[in-house]
């Protein structure tokens, strides 16, 4: 049971550049969502799926898409990358009991 | 407009004491509040959850307090010890939005460091 894993640990892009985090969990979940932490501004949240079949922006989507494959996997996707998308990204999953597990995060330098 | 506040500056304490962390929200009716903690160049790990209907909640050496009035969290390290040491999130949740969602909404987190 490995939890909520993310790809990749670490990338640097150059402004303009597209890439795709990938996040899966094995836990049979419903809900799954992306935040990025920056320094001194916590947790926000991009976008979340309270179900496959289902996306909805949170705090802060623009510059991000989302597809929520099936059950197990949630990709999120920066079609252009600008530096202001340098952060820290978290995929996380809940279950019933409203407890969210975090993966290890994808550290992301847009130069 | 909605706020929460842990507060940014580091929190020192001696090993063997309690630590105290404190959660504050503005424009927010929480359904229920939740902590987590985060070790660095890691993501977090939920702790404890507390509903709105709900004073105290314990598990182990934590406790947390939740007082809608003052509108206010308080979560309680006892007998600290030096891997205590992390950062120390909170989070509200508002209740479902519509199709039932839940939409977490994060403080900025407070340091705690235990010294042996």
């Known amino acids: 049971n490995a939890g909520v894993t993310q790809t990749p640990k670490f990338q640097v892009l150059k402004t303009g550049q597209s890439m795709t985090l990938q996040c899966a969990q094995d836990?049979?979940?419903?809900?799954m969502y992306w935040y990025r932490q920056d320094p001194g501004m916590g947790l926000r949240l991009i976008y979340y799926?309270?179900?496959?079949?289902?996306?909805d922006k949170g705090e802060v989507p623009n510059g991000y898409n989302v597809s929520r494959l099936n059950k197990r996997e949630f990709s999120l996707r920066l079609e252009s990358a600008a530096p202001s998308q340098t952060s820290v990204y978290f995929c996380a999953s809940r279950d019933p009991y409203n407890e969210q597990f975090f993966g290890p995060g994808t550290r992301l330098t847009v130069l | 407009s909605q706020k929460i506040e842990q507060n940014s500056e580091a929190l020192n304490i001696q090993e063997g004491k309690t630590a105290t962390l404190t959660c504050n929200y503005t424009?927010?009716?929480?359904?229920?509040l939740q902590w987590y903690r985060q070790d660095p160049g890691r993501g977090p790990v939920f702790l404890l959850l507390i509903r709105e209907n709900e004073k105290e909640k314990r598990k182990e050496r934590l406790k947390v307090t939740f007082d809608t009035t003052l509108k206010q969290s308080l979560f309680h390290i006892t007998a600290s010890q030096p891997a205590d040491s992390a950062t120390y999130l909170c989070?509200?949740?508002?209740?479902?939005?519509?199709?039932?969602?839940?939409?977490?909404?994060f403080g900025r987190g407070t340091s705690l460091i235990v010294h042996p």
């Open positions: 799926s309270a179900s496959e079949g289902t996306t």
């Open positions: 424009n927010y009716s929480p359904a229920y």
């Open positions: 836990m049979n979940h419903n809900s």
């Open positions: 989070a509200l949740v508002v209740g479902h939005a519509s199709g039932g969602s839940y939409i977490p909404t």
